[in-house]
């Protein structure tokens, strides 16, 4: 696997981690353990964030005319890691109003 493949690889990977974790999130939201809910938004967003460090660096090869030919697995990994903040962005709407409903 070269270098590229291991980029993608941890896009997905990171993506369905940050995804799940959100999804968990609300989960524990949904139970009143929103101490329990904050920490897997944090780990979820702390994935994001290295996710989209690596999409960068991606980005920026490309700039920089290292730009590797489109695959379908790279159109996966951005699929996936696209999905995954959406979520995490659905998951905090939904945290947030729960958080109002039990005050």
């Known amino acids: 696997m070269d270098d590229n493949e291991q980029v993608i690889m941890q896009l997905i990977s990171l993506g369905g981690d940050a ?12 139970r009143n353990d929103f101490g329990k809910s904050v920490k897997l938004m944090e780990k979820a967003h702390e994935n994001l964030t290295t996710a989209h460090n690596l999409q ?17 697995l790279m159109v996966h990994a951005q699929d ?13 709407e939904i945290i947030a109003s729960l958080k109002e409903r039990m005050n």
């Open 80 to 92: 996936h890691l696209m999905n995954a903040m959406t979520v995490n962005d659905l998951a905090k």
């Open 19 to 30: 995804r799940s974790k959100s999804i968990e999130a609300i989960r524990a939201a949904r």
């Open 56 to 72: 960068t660096k991606l980005l920026q090869d490309e700039v920089n005319g290292q730009s590797q030919t489109p695959t379908l």
